[in-house]
T-cell receptor, first 113, second 115 residues
């Protein structure tokens, strides 16, 4: 059981470039989340999805876009990368309808230079 | 979601119990208390959660006060590998609410277990 898988693990982008952070889960979870974590800080919610075709903004959505075409995948798109987007990005998923735990991926460390 | 307040850092001797407090005085009836930890820069790891009763699993115990305004995570025999940032999170499970299921992270408590 792979759980939540994020790719890539590391990436360096130049200012203005774009990229997609991939997240996939094999637990058939309805709810998926994207967080970012800046050094020494807690995680902040970027976007979340409650099911295929349904997404919504979190605390810090500016500069990002998401889509959810399948239950398994929840990619995060960065357009026009900026140094302020240098961070570690975590994807998480959880089942709907119960007080269950959320599972996190191992993160993508992104540096924008 | 209710906010939580935790001490910035705590120390614990290896083999002793680590008691991590959390204040969540504005918690509402449909909100659970969750604890996660993060070792180095890995993805957060689930520890335990509860609504109003005390809970215990293989990792830890969770003690929630009767008024639910605070809780304590107990690691009964801390090891060096328990050194991590511990997050106390209040999570809404009110189905249909806009905050359903979301985990809102604060700064957490840096627990250092020393020999």
């Amino acid at each position: 059981n792979a759980g939540v898988t994020q790719t890539p693990k590391f990436r360096i982008l130049k200012i203005g470039q774009s990229m997609t952070l991939q997240c996939t889960q094999d637990m058939n979870h309805n709810y998926m989340y994207w967080y970012r974590q800046d050094p020494g800080m807690g995680l902040k919610l970027i976007y979340y999805s409650v099911g295929a075709g349904i997404t919504d903004k979190g605390e810090v959505p500016n500069g990002y876009n998401v889509s959810r075409s399948t239950t398994e995948d929840f990619p995060l798109r960065l357009e026009l990368a900026a140094p302020s987007q240098t961070s570690v990005y975590f994807c998480a998923s959880t089942q709907r309808g119960g007080n269950t735990e959320a599972f996190f991926g191992q993160g993508t460390r992104l540096t924008v230079v | 979601d209710a906010k939580t307040t935790q001490p910035t850092s705590m120390d614990c001797a290896e083999g002793r119990a680590a008691n991590l407090p959390c204040n969540h005085s504005t918690i509402s009836g449909n909100e659970y208390v969750y604890w996660y930890r993060q070792i180095h820069s890995q993805g957060p790891q689930y520890i335990i959660h509860g609504l109003k009763n005390n809970e215990t699993n293989e990792m830890a115990s969770l003690i929630i006060t009767e008024d639910r305004k605070s809780s304590t995570l107990i690691l009964p025999h801390a090891t060096l590998r328990d050194t991590a940032v511990y997050y106390c999170i209040v999570r809404s499970l009110n189905a249909g609410g806009t905050s359903y299921g979301k985990l809102t992270f604060g700064q957490g408590t840096i627990l250092t277990v020393h020999p």
